[in-house]
């Protein structure tokens, strides 16, 4: 018996089996991307051809240009481009800030307990699990005494609030395996409460701040719901502008208008996969493995 | 450099009355250092070494009593300003901080000017030959070097007290020799009041100048490591330092007041020992023999009758080399033996062992504390208790 034998045909069957089915769920999740793909560089006579699955025969960007610049969204037309910035003005504060509290509560909660640290944690966490649509009258109301209403900034406050929850959940688990013999050598070191945050935990930290941010930044710019309760007009970030902007066409739907514009509105949130992907799944992993 | 004074310290963690937690972790602790001395805390785990070592950082507080450093009572100062510096078992080096940083960082605390921070942090790396390591992180070290660098972060703070919690146990066994002797070496250099907590008393008489062995919250004795072993104070001291542990056989007081018996043995009680024996009114004693006191005997068909003398048969035999270890079963004890390895001896052989009558230990039946120990022969350092 050598451990060089070829595999035999009986056991490759399987792995073949195994990556047939993969082929097939990985070509038809990437089914929706492909069509919204070729569809926004096609012009609007080819698209009436009626052949979805077809590359463009004719490439165009006029439809990412409209989408970006001039499509009309309501009265205006004036495309996405502010409503784009409309959202980064509210995912970047939101998540900053919501991951910064979270940290905080996280080390807190871990490191300097306290009576009833246990009651505090199971209310925070069950912040999680409140349904959207119960806050939704009081947080107009709240949004409403503030003077925030209507705002980029009242959205904001809303995402925050609903996100401590969450980053919480996260950084609470992840500092629960942070050595506390750790924080006792700082404090003998002559390091405070807030020296001890900032310079030996929070550095410590680099892959659940890569799950907060992932999550956090998904969660807020893909946001309809509160963007569409709390703003209107001008101030509405993107996805509800994408809404707007699939239903006002008149006459003829300008799909790879449509199209374009969806896909500026998805980007982000790709781009931020791509490039923390990998950290996401590692710093999942680091929160119940010790390591 | 400092005198450190614990007086009546008690720990208790206010659990309800009834549960784990309510009995003190500490109970009144009494100790008083000299300048530079070299302290060890030993004791079986949960024996509340590390909560006394805690107390004294300040990283707990002390539920009653003083804990004075230099004469100034800390207990309600906080650990930054007690002027100590501690060494953890798992070396608590920061992750993201280079050698040299993680040394720094206390004395950058303080604002500590950058050429001081680099002069003192150098001298420290120099004493503990890390210096080709000083632009490294801690993960890319050995438990050694770690080890080291958790030990430079202590010097380069020049406290007046380090404190060390079990700074060997995560090193491999041949390591842990070589940076005992090296802890000792710096202790030396530097000449700084050292507690050193173990739950291994070979490390804690290896290195200690004074021993303070702990069970269950309260000290059992206190003193030189050459004490602790020929004058334990209890039998659990007595069982607890040395390796293997004492030998203790139940013996019969006869009338005499001075022959020790069982069914297979006799002891003769000599000097203190015995005169401690007339006052004594319990009928019963116990009888502790360190394993390297035993003594092979030739056979002569009537050695059971003579003094200090036991007759069993062999359950274990264990060769080391330079000794052989015997399990001998007396009575219904196990007592160990440490034979020179020349002597032949094999499994289920019936054999006589003999003891000095001065090397053996006597223990109260019920309290067992110690009875009749002589005088040491030379005064312990400054007495404590």
């Known amino acids: 018996m050598s451990t060089t034998a070829p595999i035999s045909r009986a056991s490759m069957w399987p792995r073949i089996v195994l990556y047939a089915v993969l082929i097939v769920f990985a070509a038809l999740f990437l089914m929706p991307l492909y069509v919204m793909l070729t569809t926004s560089f096609k012009t609007l006579a080819e698209i009436q051809q009626g052949n979805m699955l077809a590359l463009p025969e004719q490439w165009t960007l006029t439809p990412w240009l409209e989408a970006w610049g001039s499509a009309c969204i309501g009265l205006d037309c004036d495309g996405i481009s502010g409503y784009f910035f409309n959202s980064i003005k509210i995912v970047i504060p939101a998540v900053v800030i919501s ?56 959205l904001v406050l809303v995402h925050i609030v609903y996100g401590i929850g969450f980053t919480t959940l996260f950084f609470r688990n992840y500092y629960e395996t942070f050595p506390n013999e750790l924080i006792r050598a700082a404090m003998l070191d002559g390091a405070g409460f807030f020296t001890i945050f900032f310079r030996i935990l929070l550095p410590a930290s680099g892959p659940i701040i ?5 999550w956090q930044f998904t969660n807020v710019w893909n946001d309809f719901l509160f963007g569409v309760s709390f703003t209107s007009g001008e101030n509405a970030p993107v996805t509800v502008a994408l809404n707007n902007l699939v239903n006002s066409s008149t006459g003829v739907k300008a799909y790879n208008v449509n199209m374009a514009a969806a896909m500026f509105a998805a980007v982000p949130t790709l781009v931020v996969y791509v490039l923390a992907g990998k950290y996401f799944v590692r710093g999942l992993m680091s929160g119940s493995v010790k390591g | 450099m400092a005198i450190v004074e ?41 024996c509340g070494k ?114 060390m919690d079990e700074p060997l146990s995560n090193l491999d066994a041949k390591l842990r020799v070589d940076m005992r002797a090296e802890i000792v070496k710096l202790h030396r250099k530097l ?26 919250g309260k000290i059992q004795q206190v003193d030189t490591p050459q004490n602790l072993y020929e004058r334990p104070n209890n039998m659990f001291v007595a069982g607890f330092i040395g390796t293997p542990s004492m030998n203790f056989l139940r013996a019969k007081i006869a009338s005499d007041r001075r022959a020790l018996e069982g069914e297979s043995f006799r002891f003769k009680a000599e000097g203190a020992r015995g005169t401690a024996l007339d006052t004594h009114t319990a009928n019963e004693v116990w009888v502790g023999v360190r394993p390297e006191h035993l003594r092979y005997v030739e056979d002569s068909g009537h050695g059971a009758g003579l003094e200090n003398m036991m007759r069993g048969t062999i359950e274990v035999v264990e060769p080391l080399g330079a000794v052989t270890m015997v399990q001998v079963q007396i009575d219904d004890a196990r007592v160990t033996a440490q034979l020179d390895s020349h002597v032949q001896v094999t499994l289920g052989e019936t054999i006589t062992l003999a003891c000095a009558g001065e090397k053996l230990h006597l223990f109260d039946a019920d309290s067992e504390q110690a009875l009749g120990l002589e005088q040491p022969v030379s005064e312990p350092l400054s007495a404590a208790v």
């Open chain 2, 191 to 216: 000449g700084v009041t050292t507690f050193y907590v173990t739950h291994d008393q070979v490390e804690a008489m290896t290195m200690g100048q004074r021993i303070v062995v702990m069970l269950d």
């Open chain 2, 50 to 163: 590390s909560t006394t070592m805690r107390m004294i950082a300040g990283l707990e507080n002390n539920t009653g009593g003083e804990i004075r450093i230099s004469g100034r009572d800390v207990s309600a100062v906080p650990p930054k300003d007690r002027d100590i510096a501690m060494v953890f078992q798992s070396y608590a080096l920061y992750p993201h901080m280079s050698v040299f940083e993680n040394m720094a960082f206390s004395l950058r605390l303080k604002k500590t000017p950058n050429d001081e921070v680099k002069r003192r942090v150098n001298e420290a790396a120099s004493i503990l030959n890390i210096e080709h390591l000083l632009e490294r992180k801690p993960r890319a070290l050995s438990g050694g070097q770690r080890q080291r660098v958790a030990l430079g972060r202590a010097i380069v703070r020049q406290p007046q007290v380090f404190l």
């Open chain 2, 6 to 46: 614990l007086k009546n310290v008690v720990k208790n963690y206010g659990g309800h009355k009834g549960s784990k937690d309510s009995a003190n972790a500490v109970e009144n602790f009494n100790l008083l250092t000299e300048d530079g001395e070299f302290v060890v805390l030993v004791g079986p785990s949960g």
């Open chain 1, 210 to 214: 890569v799950v907060t941010v992932i």
């Open chain 1, 99 to 154: 991951a910064l509290f979270g940290a905080f509560n996280g080390y807190v909660l871990t490191k300097w307990r306290f009576r009833g640290h246990k009651i505090v944690f199971g209310l925070i966490l069950f912040g999680c699990f409140i349904p959207f649509q119960i806050i939704l009258l009081p947080m107009a109301r709240v949004l409403g005494v503030l003077h925030i209403a209507n705002t980029t900034t009242g």
